[in-house]
């Protein structure tokens, strides 16, 4: 029995090399964020799709489902723009001084990719009509005491 | 195309700050929101939802806007560093906000079923307020009611009882089973109709007894609709006890009406009969020597019919149909007068007590009948105490009597004067109470009673406008209480027959009088008598004949005497219209029975001249002198 222990010990403190971390580089992150871009997505259709039946709720629903419909076109958006920035290589842009002043849009691609670094003119009247739900539900219940 | 870069740049980062402080606005209000509905599920998750999103907006844009700064200054190697803790901080928020998302469907239908839970709650308090509402509004007006009501469902369990059920039945309670609180049964009763009536729906209504309670009830039944929607049956109990027991007291007071209507008629024709019996043998006697051996047997003869004349008298005081002669009277003093007669009827070792209220009103009453009432009830206590015990006689006024007459039925109201007379004897059970004033009803032994005596004592007391009731427990005692009408004023009182005791030398005289009477023997024996005692004497045979007599011969005819009730025209029709021919006429009157004709409810009315039937020669001698030596006329 003694003998069996020392074996395995002897096994496990020989090794001179071991992968005991799995390394995580190149696309991984990539795809890590554009699967939480999707979770993001499939977030936005179970809210919209099972949304609440109370009375003060549907002061504020119109607001809250345009800021839904917003942030679903933001995802897909900047979804479509993590993939591009993959593809930026083969992208024309414009440098002077070693600083980005132009960008050549030629193709579908290149105007998405362009559109997709202009994320904020939605993602910003999205979080609006968010912050007007919030206001309707609260006057809602204001109003109703 | 070549696009100007400088709009990404600008967008990115005025967006950014826009973004951050959007999303802290938007904070602040989920925290309003969160505060203001904070019991709410939906509130909270939106608060939570708002919250992960803000920290996902803020720390994006702070990415971007430390990604501007950074490359501006030509730190890309910096930015190149930073990059991947942004990504993965941005990605870690996506997965969040999916958490949450997913959640917030279940959250959606928990909220739902909540809701439809507070409902179903709600409304279940609505509906238990509303049934206990509609019970208690159920429960006043039941409570209110003089009638047992009881509600049962299908299974027999009483579901409601009103406050008489409660009385009724104090170990009531509900879940009970009918059979078993108004039966003391275990199991459902033959005669139930629960399911009849539910099956029928239809009422029924029956008399029934419950166990343990010795009163007789009218019981409807019948189907109602619950308030909690169930088919029920809905019991009305009312006692109907009193209205048996006076049913019972009318039928009973009929049947003695019916007797006594048969005893009166039958009482007039025996005297009819025994009348010319009684006067030719005192007239046979009359004729014979004194030492003539057939004097005995008239006597014998006179003593049985004067017997059969004695047994018709008791008949007809229960009858009511005897004549009364009313006076003024003491109570009190006949009372106390009648006690040493008492004293020899009663035994040595029963005590007799008097308690005579002061200040007795009078009554108009027979003296002679109040003496056969103390009589009748002094023997009756007498036997009811053989082994000896107390008598007590007891008079009081009572101004307010608020009773029904037990032998009558009828309701007593006041003033009346109270008679009591009570032993300490075995008391009398309720089946004797109730036939105790019964003719020939008797609980003696053989040849020890007539059952006349108290049927005797109730026929004078209502003859005199009074009532009478008996109260009695077993092994106590017996106390009979006789209410007589107290006398507002003395009536004018009229010594009718005056000395009856039989004269030496009957009164005689020499008028002429007109007999009239239907029957043939006690006219043949009147006339007789009549002719016998000087008098000039015409008889008719009816009022027709009698009324043409007089008119052919009104001058010489110096009174009639008159039978009163003969068929199609009575007696005081009769000397009515003589009178109007000659108003000195002298009247007198004889019957063996009565009827409201000359006696008002038997009581002889003032001023007139009266002899009972059967009668002897020398009452009729001395009857007939004094009314023919009166002042008084009849008044037509």
Known sequence: MLLKILFVLFVLMCPSLCWAVQPHGGLEGMVSHEAGHLLFILGILFIFFYSPQSDWFKFGWRQFKYFLVLLLLWNILTFSGHWLDLAAGSFEFVNVDGHRVGFVIDSLLSFIFYFSKLDHLILVPALIFLVLALQRWIKAQEVQG | ?636
């Open chain 2, 1 to 636: 195309m070549n696009t100007p870069w400088w709009p990404v740049v600008w967008v990115d980062i005025l967006g950014s700050l826009v973004v951050v402080f959007i999303a802290f606005y938007a904070i602040h209000l989920a925290f309003r929101l969160k505060k203001i509905r904070g019991e709410d599920v939906f509130a909270n998750y939106l608060f939570m939802l708002t919250l992960v999103i803000g920290v996902f907006a803020v720390f994006r844009s702070g990415g971007h806007l430390v990604k501007q700064i950074l490359l501006a200054y030509n730190y890309v190697e910096w930015w190149s560093a930073l990059a991947p803790f942004s990504g993965a901080g941005n990605t870690l928020t996506f997965a969040v906000i999916f958490a949450f998302s997913i959640y917030y469907r279940k959250v959606g239908q928990l909220k739902g079923e909540m809701d439809k839970a507070a409902f179903d709650l709600a409304a279940s308090k609505a509906m238990v307020a509303v049934t206990e509402a509609s019970e208690l509004r159920m429960r006043a007006i039941f409570d209110g009611m003089e009638d047992a009501v009881y509600v049962v469902d299908e299974d027999f369990k009483i579901i409601f009882y009103n406050r008489k059920m409660k009385e009724l039945f104090p170990q009531i309670s509900s879940q009970d089973k009918c059979y078993k609180v108004t039966m003391g049964r275990e199991g459902r009763c033959e005669e139930c109709k629960l399911h009849k009536v539910l099956l029928d729906k239809r009422k029924i209504l029956r008399e029934f007894t419950f166990v343990g309670i010795e009163k007789r009830f009218d019981l409807l039944e019948l189907p109602m609709d619950w308030i909690d929607g169930r088919l029920v049956k809905l019991t009305v109990a009312r006692d109907i006890s009193e209205q048996k027991a006076l049913e019972a007291q009318l039928a009973h007071s009929q049947k003695m009406e019916a007797v006594g209507t048969l005893a009166g008629g039958l009482a007039h024709d025996i005297n009819n009969m025994l009348t010319p019996i009684i006067g030719h043998v005192e007239m046979a006697r009359r004729k014979l020597s004194p030492d003539d051996l057939m004097i005995a047997r008239f006597e014998a003869i006179g003593k049985c019919a004067k017997r059969a004349s004695s047994l018709i008298s008791q008949v007809l005081a229960f009858s009511r149909r005897q004549i009364l002669d009313p006076t003024l009277v003491d109570l009190n003093q006949r009372v106390t007068e009648t006690t040493s007669m008492l004293k020899h009827l009663v035994e040595e070792n029963i005590a007799l007590e008097l308690k005579l209220a002061d200040d007795l009103w009078l009554i108009s009453a027979d003296s002679g009948q109040l003496e056969q009432i103390l009589v009748n009830l002094a023997v009756n206590a007498r036997d009811a105490m053989p082994t000896g015990g107390t008598l007590l006689i007891e008079t009081l006024n009572n101004k307010d009597v608020s009773t029904y007459c037990r032998s009558c039925g009828e309701r007593i109201i006041g003033p009346y004067v109270v008679l009591m007379v009570s032993d300490s004897g075995a008391g009398i059970d309720q089946e004797v109470c109730k036939r105790i004033f019964e003719p020939y009803f008797t609980t003696k032994g053989v040849n020890k009673g007539t059952g006349l005596g108290l049927s005797m004592v109730d026929g004078i007391v209502h003859q005199h406008g009074g009532h009478i009731n008996l109260y009695s427990e077993k092994d106590t005692g017996t106390t009979f209480k006789i209410y007589l009408p107290s006398a507002d004023k003395p009536d004018e009182v009229i010594d009718i027959l005056g000395d009856n005791a039989f004269p030496g030398e009957l009164p005689v005289g020499k008028e002429t009088i007109l007999v009239v009477e239907d029957n043939e023997d006690v006219l043949q024996f009147t006339t007789e008598c009549l002719m016998e005692l000087g008098y000039d004497v015409m008889g008719a045979s009816c009022p027709d004949r009698a009324l043409d007599i007089f008119k052919k011969k009104h001058h010489d005819i110096d009174m009639i005497l008159t039978d009163v009730v003969m068929g199609a025209k009575n007696g005081r029709q009769l000397v009515r219209e003589a009178l109007q021919i000659n108003p000195q006429l002298r009247s007198m009157f004889m019957s063996g029975y009565t009827d409201n004709i000359i006696a008002h409810h038997g009581i002889m009315e003032k001023g007139l001249f009266f002899i009972n039937k059967p009668f002897n020669p020398g009452d009729l001698a001395v009857m007939v002198r004094k009314t023919l030596d009166s002042e008084r006329r009849f008044s037509a």
